[in-house]
């Protein structure tokens, strides 16, 4: 054989296994592009977390610092069987809460409990504890919850402030939407200083507006600033199919300061009042009533002790309005949410001016505000 032959032979050997990957399929090795760089078919690695935007490790720090303080929230209501009569729990509904003290303590939405039976709380940890009701504010949609959890396994959320809001700032919302534990989502506030109504029909004032997504199961879950501090508790959203349209609201942290800890002390929030029944709205205004009428006054009461009076009926049947509340503190008042607005910054034993119209002549009458159911 001669040596041209030889060496024929030989490098044909050396490319039949080359031959023989590519026809069985085996991805060939990534080249190398000219000048030193990598071939843009080839696979790349995840990027490391270093590549991240400053946003982006914001985000992460603020949810991993506040998750652990977020709860999931399981309600069960007693039915009765048609046939046997027997009672049994049945699930009614979840939601989200989050821990307030090391004693135990998770605040969440009035409307996640109501009519519940039994309650179950699911920490961080996965620990599921029996709840029990501390108690309950349906003006506010609030609620206190009390599980025996160590307090060493709890987290309490670092609580803000509403006084330095800017519609804009960017918001995130910590809850357990459709049963999903520890769901973020984030937005901005959209609107400062709306009202909402509450499942008591009282309005609630100063909420926050956000378009951070809101869906059934956030309800009670905390709203954070980018610092990750506590501004409000998620309570609704607007939407005409039940879920998310971008419009949320959360009761603000102000309101939240204030009835937690009256909830947590006493049990229900102690109000402030004047010892008075109200006429309805719907009847003062079919009667041409501008203000709040007064239809009873408690002698024994702050109202009764001032002077004020009710309605009373003529001999005929017919009802004589008594007096009519035009205005507090020289704020007009021209329905009762406008009332209960003005009387929610006042406490116990304060004195207020109270402005009536009886037998169409203005008075001004100081009342000391007594205890109110």
């Known amino acids: 054989m001669r040596l041209r032959d030889l060496r024929i032979l030989l490098l044909l050997a050396l490319a039949l296994p080359a031959v023989i990957s590519s026809v069985e399929g085996s991805p060939p090795r990534p080249r190398r592009a000219t000048g030193g760089e990598a071939d843009p078919r080839a696979p790349r690695d995840a990027a490391p977390s270093s590549d991240l935007l400053p946003d982006e490790r914001a985000t992460i720090a603020v949810f991993e610092t506040a998750a652990p303080s977020v709860v999931f929230i399981t309600t069960r209501a007693l039915r009765r069987d048609f046939w046997s009569m027997n009672l ?5 509904g979840s939601g989200s809460g989050f821990i307030w003290d090391r004693q135990g303590h998770v605040a969440t939405n009035y409307h996640v409990i109501a009519g519940a039976n039994a309650i179950s709380v699911v920490t961080a940890d996965r620990s599921e504890y029996r709840a029990k009701v501390v108690g309950v504010d349906p003006d506010h949609d609030l609620a206190v919850l009390q599980v025996p959890a160590p307090s060493e396994s709890l987290a309490p959320l670092v609580v803000g402030d509403v006084d330095h809001l800017r519609v ?7 809850g357990n939407p459709f049963g999903l534990d520890h769901t973020l989502t984030t937005g901005i506030v959209s609107a400062l200083g709306r009202s909402i109504r509450s499942m008591s029909d009282r309005t609630i004032e100063g909420v926050i507006q956000t378009d951070a997504a809101i869906n059934p199961g956030n309800s009670g879950g905390p709203l954070l600033d980018s610092s990750g501090r506590l501004i409000g508790i998620n309570t609704q959203i607007v939407s005409p199919s039940g879920a998310y349209a971008g419009v949320g609201f959360a009761v603000p942290v102000d309101i939240v300061q204030w009835v937690v800890p009256e909830l947590i002390r006493y049990g229900k929030l102690i109000r402030p009042g004047l010892g008075v029944t109200l006429l309805q709205e719907g009847i003062a205004r079919r009667w041409g009533i501008q203000g709040v009428a ?12 001032a002077g004020l009076r009710g309605m009373r009926e003529t001999p005929d049947g017919d009802y004589e309005v008594g007096d009519v509340i035009t205005g507090l503190d020289g704020e007009e008042i021209a329905d009762v949410d ?10 116990v034993g304060d004195r207020v001016l109270v402005e009536t119209l009886r037998d169409g002549k203005t008075r001004k009458i100081s009342v000391t505000l007594q205890q109110v159911e």
Do not use: H, T
Not at 168 to 174: D, E, H, R, S, Y
């Open 338 to 347: 406008d009332l209960y607005r003005i009387l929610d910054r006042r406490k």
């Open 294 to 305: 007064i239809v009873d006054v408690d002698p024994r009461g702050a109202a009764g002790r």
């Open 168 to 174: 804009g700032q960017k918001v995130l919302a910590i």
């Open 88 to 92: 049994f729990e049945v699930p009614q």
